[in-house]
């Protein structure tokens, strides 16, 4: 069984891994699984599409998926809501050319209302199953279900139905039962594809054509159980049944004379289609068949050149313990979105993804229970020779045969002293007389016998100063001279005479050299040596047996960045680079000062473990961040542009192992770390130039989900209207999405709220915001988005939010409260001068009371009204009130004594008044 197993990877992934770097062969496809560990509702995949605003949808057999790159929305029936979906199982999506869309469950038909994030059930079809949906030129809705096949008439609002016993008003009788799948072809006719066989409705001459296995007849159609139809861009009909894949010949010429092709698996031919039956179908857009087949994994077909009967299937399965293998056998949907990229449903492990032109890195690691493959993760070295790739690894030296896909491994056995010295392998070098030498750890200097495949070991022995200074190699170089130096961790720089097999240390006790500690060596034009020292950057000169050492002052800004130093590069211009824990450096020899190049000039981390150069003058960085390129960097070193990647690009990992870097003669680039190593060609490593479309894809207020319909979906009048909360949601989320599906994580924002916001804020990958107590009042939150290689839509899209205040911050409640305030200022005036008035009118009273009361009492109480004496002198007092009232308008109703008159009126002569 594990011998199976064995032959199948080597004949369809190791092959094709390593031939397509040379011969641009079948390519090695990474497939990332989308799962229910990622939050998909359900494992069974039954359809996948693209809308028009960018978000993949995903019928499942338990529940609708809304899928942004980040997060699933789900939607599920639910009894008591009406505008739910009517059935969780999902099988059939259709996008029709007015950008509705309709979905096809197990219990009818619904149509989405976006404005409302709610479904409309067509009331007719509630009971009935919707397999598959397809739009013909005249906007008719064509729908298969399990007995019938219905037409819905858009424009019309008008339902057909076609069965076996009833005749429907154009007379067409479909065969009933097991209705699976429909395409309208590029004539607008209508081809059913069932488990009773294969049907074309001819709308235009109004007939239907039958088409049924017939064991006698070679050339009919391989077998009634049909799962799918397919027309690709030729207008070729390919169908998969439960035999095989089918190819309908001349089907729009002589459509009543059907005759088929069949593409069979036969287990003596590697390159036959796999066996089972063909669930889905679909052309990608570089015109490739690509063919899901149940429990057969799945095929592709290049149809450029395509010749019926020629077949060349290329074969995808699951392999357990390969992350990056498809997730499951059977392949129930297919599906191309706009940047390329296939989606892939199946059966049992939900969904897979993958885009062929968008596979930057192959990436090759220990496949668990294989025994042809890398024995293990843990890469530290490459070296290429003619047919073979060396790969030095924890796990001991590989050898990988290109030619038929095999792995040899040596490693240690302690009972065979001619096996390798020890399994961690740590720098393999090829010397100029062809002879293969390997470093290991603890396992001394080896040197591999090709004709034996056996060791000769070189060991430390402490008794003898001519051994080799320690048994912890970590790099090996072979100088101009052809002197072959030896770097070890703890034993100095060490020259190895191969003729006598003995060798002459250079250490801390017999030299100047920094450190015993070497990490890198290499050979400068004029024939220095530069060595990677645990603690400095050293240059040795060879004839005065001297060393030079550089080290980081703190004081010095041009001095080396860090003392840690990790590996060197010298370039295609005899430039050299360091990589350090703090950095990448570039040496100037002439003014011996260093150049630095940190995480703020773009590289992905400042930890740098390898370094190599492309054939095009661009720096391949390995850190424990990422993989960075530092673009045209042998000739323009000081202008720095650098682009990053990561796991999420398909990478190993983030993290690169030191010295892990190989480039090969044809200029492919090795980079190995704790999960492998990935395979570089340079010219595959194209920028992603999609643009993304920008969504608002969440909105929660109190970290419940509100439905804001389509707003925020595009940035244009449909979608503009507001989005009103009151002054007591002002705390609310948002989340965004630039719908880009390769490395969604690597995605990036920018965000403004208008109104709040002074200036854009850059999110980096972080794609939600959460406001607080914004004031009432007027915000447009605009967001922008780039891609995964930091292509930006700068239009973005925006959502316009309005916060109503309290009732009594409002303008009415202003204006009512100003009313009331005039009104009561008018009130309280008027209430003023009617009280006035009133007590004026109680005063005139009260005195025409008085006068009254005086004038009752006048001439009666001799009282005088100046002196208010009384006096009896009834004569004097009568002649008084009569002088006044003659000479004034006065009226009393007192009189005035003799006296007080005499004083007050002098010319009266009262004798005479008395007298008259």
């Known amino acids: 069984m594990m011998s199976r197993i064995s032959l199948i990877l080597s004949a369809y992934i190791l092959i094709p891994i390593f031939t397509y770097c040379v011969n ?47 997060d699933f929305r789900i939607y599920k029936y639910n009894m008591n809501d009406a505008y739910s979906i009517s059935n969780s199982n999902v099988i059939a999506i259709l996008e029709d050319r007015q950008g509705n869309l309709w979905f096809g469950t197990r219990e009818g038909l619904n149509l989405y209302d976006r404005e409302n994030e709610r ?18 030129m005249d906007s008719n809705l064509w729908m298969a279900g399990t007995r019938y096949l219905f037409r819905l008439d858009l424009k019309n609002d008008s339902l057909y139905t076609y069965h076996q016993d009833i005749m429907p008003q154009d007379g067409i009788i479909v065969s009933g039962g097991g209705n699976r799948k429909i395409i309208i072809d590029g004539s607008n006719s209508v081809w059913i594809a069932s488990n009773y066989g294969l049907f074309l409705y001819n709308r235009t001459k109004d007939s239907l054509t039958s088409y049924f296995h017939d064991s006698k007849d070679t050339y009919s159609i391989s077998s009634n ?120 449903g199946t059966f049992g492990n939900g969904l897979n993804m993958v885009n062929p032109a968008g596979e930057k890195f192959i990436h090759i690691k220990s496949e668990i229970g294989v025994k042809n493959s890398l024995n293990n993760n843990q890469v530290h070295a490459f070296y290429e020779e003619n047919d073979y790739l060396w790969i030095g690894t924890d796990g001991g030296l590989n050898r990988y045969d290109k030619k038929n896909g095999t792995y040899n491994h040596y490693v240690h056995d302690p009972l065979d002293n001619r096996s390798i010295g020890s399994n961690a392998v740590w720098c393999i070098f090829k010397d100029k007389s062809g002879m293969l030498w390997v470093g290991t750890w603890f396992g001394g200097l080896n040197r591999f016998d090709h ?93 005065n047996k001297t060393f030079e050492t550089f080290m980081h002052s703190k004081n010095d800004s041009t001095s080396l960045s860090s003392n840690r130093m990790r590996s060197i590069l010298k370039d295609s211009k005899g430039n050299l680079w360091m990589g350090t824990n703090n950095g990448l450096n570039l040496f100037n020899k002439s003014t011996r000062r260093f150049k630095h190049y940190r995480t703020k000039d773009g590289l992905a981390n ?70 492998g190593f990935n395979i570089i060609d340079p010219d595959k490593v194209t920028e992603n130039k999609f ?36 002054y ?27 109104g709040f916001d002074r200036d854009w804020n850059y999110a980096g990958t972080k794609h939600s915001v959460t406001y607080t107590n ?132 002098p010319d009266y002569d009262l004798n005479e008044e008395k007298n008259s």
């Open 24 to 70: 641009a062969q079948p390519k090695h496809l990474q497939f990332r699984q989308i799962t229910t560990d990622h939050g998909l509702s359900n494992s069974w995949v039954h359809t996948v599409m693209q809308d028009k605003y960018g978000f993949i949808w995903i019928g499942t057999d338990d529940g609708l998926n809304r899928y942004d790159g980040y």
């Open 119 to 136: 479904f409309i059930r067509h009331p007719k079809l509630s009971q009935e199953e919707i397999f598959s949906i397809k739009e013909d």
């Open 225 to 344: 159980d049909i799962y799918s139809i397919y027309e690709d861009k030729s207008g070729r009909i390919w169908i998969g049944t439960s035999a095989g894949l089918d190819l309908f010949l001349n089907s729009s010429v002589y459509p009543q004379k059907g005759t088929f092709v069949h593409y069979k698996n036969n287990i003596n031919d590697k390159k036959s289609i796999s066996k089972g039956a063909v669930l889905s179908l679909l052309e990608d857009s570089d015109r490739n068949l690509w063919i899901g087949i149940e429990n057969g994994g799945l095929d592709i077909m290049n149809l450029d050149g395509f010749k019926p009967g020629n077949s060349n299937f290329v074969h995808y399965r699951n392999e357990p313990g390969r992350s990056g293998s498809l997730s499951h056998n059977s392949i129930y949907s297919l599906f191309q979105d706009r940047q390329g990229s296939i989606w892939i």
């Open 451 to 543: 004709r034996t495949g056996t060791f000769e070991h070189f060991y430390y022995n402490p008794e003898d100063t001519s051994s080799i200074g320690s048994n912890n190699i970590f790099s090996i170089f072979e100088d101009s001279d052809q002197n072959l130096w030896i770097g070890t961790m703890g034993g100095g720089l060490n020259l190895l005479d191969r003729k006598n097999k003995v060798f002459v240390r250079y250490n801390t006790l017999n030299s100047n050299i920094y450190s015993d500690y070497i990490q890198d060596i290499i050979e400068s034009d004029d024939g220095y040596l530069w060595i990677a020292n645990v603690g400095a950057f050293c240059c040795f000169d060879k004839q």
């Open 606 to 675: 400042n930890s740098i473990n390898s370094i190599q150069e492309d054939k095009y003058g661009n720096l391949w960085i390995g850190t424990n961040g990422g993989l960075s390129t530092f673009a045209n960097a042998v000739n323009l070193p000081e202008k720095p542009r650098f682009r990053s990647f990561t796991s999420e690009d398909g990478l190993q990992g983030n993290e690169f192992g030191r010295r892990s870097a190989y480039r090969n003669a044809n200029g492919t680039l090795y980079f190995g770390g704790p999960n």
């Open 691 to 726: 643009i993304p479309p920008v969504v608002i894809s969440g909105f929660q207020i109190f970290n419940k989900p509100v439905a804001i319909g389509i707003r925020g979906l595009k940035n244009n009048e449909e979608c503009s209207n507001d989005l009103i909360l009151s």
């Open 728 to 754: 007591k949601q002002s705390v609310f989320s948002i989340d965004y999405s630039a719908l880009n599906y390769i490395a969604p994580l690597k995605n990036q924002y920018a965000y403004i709220m208008e």
């Open 774 to 905: 914004l004031d009432p009042g007027k915000y447009i939150f605009r967001v922008k988005g780039s891609n995964n290689d930091g292509v930006w839509n700068e239009e973005g899209t925006f959502l316009s939010i309005v916060i109503t205040p309290p009732f009594w911050r409002t303008k009415w409640f202003y204006g009512l409260i100003f009313l009331f305030t005039i009104s009561a200022a008018l009130g309280l005036y008027r209430w003023r001068v009617l009280r006035l008035l009133k007590h004026e009118k109680e005063l005139n009273i009260r005195i025409q009371e008085a006068l009254a009361k005086n004038r009752i009492l006048s001439g009666l109480l001799p009282i005088c009204s100046n002196c208010k004496k009384i006096r009896n002198d009834k004569g004097y007092w009568d002649q008084l009130e009569k002088y006044i009232q003659t000479h004034s308008e006065a009226q009393f109703t007192h009189g005035i004594c003799p006296e007080c008159a005499k004083k007050l009126y």
